[in-house]
């Protein structure tokens, strides 16, 4: 259970326990204190639905960022196909041309019987290569020709296969889809059971939030005009083999991210309207002119990699083999929409998320 999960219980058995106090005096203190274990045990099976959410919300992130790049794949292997074709017709009308006018005039009928007596296109395209007299003009239709025959094979080749693995993907979506819907609807089960003893729980998270967002908005305010940079930097020497990341220039990102705290989590979402993990980053970065991939796994390959004790504000801090992102703001902090049920938030490099650490990279 996460350090926040914890404290939701522990601080749900707190009020549990004042209630009992405060109107059931007489009360049965074993139906109270079963109560409790039944409200952390729903407490439980929420945060393991919820890590298990995420995970699945960004590998479906990702297959439609390579949906995406296949369907590009298809067009552009279309157009070529489309060229290929084009060219082929023109080669082939200028070798026909060629041909006429070159041999039906001649007085060598034994050229014009090689000639016509071939047996394919092919066949045809061999014998003219083979005769002595075919001038460089006739040889470069000749090449032009088979340059031709052999693109327009190569993008059918590649349009098969892009289309054989598009189905596979969109098979793949399907699939991650109903899954991640069932899910959503046992956690939909759980959470009724349990709704108004949540409900205060988050009152108080919120008010927490408020106290941690004042905090970081001093903090980004002092953060304007950052002291030069100190120690190894780029062009430094370093071990052999290591990697300096260069220093951040987009730590003006977590101002951006900031006036996003509060926006509910939305599964594939990235507007205003809601946020998941990966879609909050990247709609944040492109408000600043970075592009970024709509998918944690993708957006992990980005950058530059960067340790945890050499993070700086505006690196993205990846967890659980990179199936959560979020935005670093100094301060041992960061910025993330968790999961369902809550919202961009900011949250500690501590706890769970320090074990959880998987990797950070500098865009």
């Not at 090449?143 to 327009?152: D, G, L």
Request: some cysteine; glycine content about 8%; overall charge positive.
């Amino acid at each position: 259970m996460t350090p926040r999960r914890r404290r939701q219980a522990q601080a749900f058995a707190l009020v549990v326990g004042a209630l009992c106090v405060a109107t059931a005096a007489n009360a049965d203190p074993g139906s109270v204190a079963s109560k409790q274990a039944q409200a952390q045990q729903v407490l439980g099976q929420i945060d393991q639905i919820d890590r298990s959410l995420g995970a699945a919300v960004e590998q479906y992130n990702l297959a439609n960022v390579r949906l995406h790049k296949i369907e590009g794949d298809m067009r552009e292997n279309k157009k070529q196909l489309t060229l290929a074709r084009a060219n082929m017709k023109i080669s082939q009308k200028s070798l026909a041309k060629r041909l006429v006018s070159a041999y039906t005039s001649t007085e060598d009928n034994s050229t014009l019987s090689l000639l016509l007596g071939s047996t394919s296109f092919e066949d045809l395209l061999n014998r003219v290569e083979t005769i002595n007299s075919t001038s460089t003009q006739d040889a470069n239709i000749v090449r032009q020709v088979r340059t031709s025959k052999v693109a327009i094979q190569h993008h059918q080749v590649e349009l098969h296969n892009a289309h054989q693995e598009q189905q596979r993907i969109v098979a793949q979506k399907s699939a991650q889809r109903q899954h991640i819907e069932a899910q959503l609807a046992t956690r939909r089960q759980l959470l009724s059971s349990i709704r108004g003893e949540i409900q205060r729980l988050k009152t108080a998270e919120a008010a927490q939030q408020r106290r941690l967002a004042a905090a970081a908005q001093v903090r980004v305010a002092g953060q304007a005009d950052p002291p030069p940079v100190t120690g190894v930097g780029v062009g430094a020497s370093t071990p052999e083999g290591s990697t300096v990341a260069p220093p951040n220039v987009h730590g003006g990102v977590v101002g951006v991210a900031m006036h996003y705290l509060g926006v509910p989590y939305v599964w594939g979402g990235a507007s205003p309207r809601g946020f998941d993990c990966s879609g909050l980053v990247m709609y944040v970065y492109s408000q600043i002119g970075v592009s970024l991939p709509h998918s944690s796994y993708a957006q992990a390959a980005m950058g530059t990699p960067v340790s945890m004790s050499q993070l700086e504000p505006g690196d993205l801090v990846f967890f659980t083999g990179a199936s959560h992102v979020g935005i670093y703001i100094g301060g041992g902090q960061f910025i993330h929409a968790p999961h369902t049920g809550d919202v961009v938030k900011i949250s500690s490099l501590s706890g769970y998320y320090s074990s959880a650490f998987y990797t950070a990279r500098r865009i």
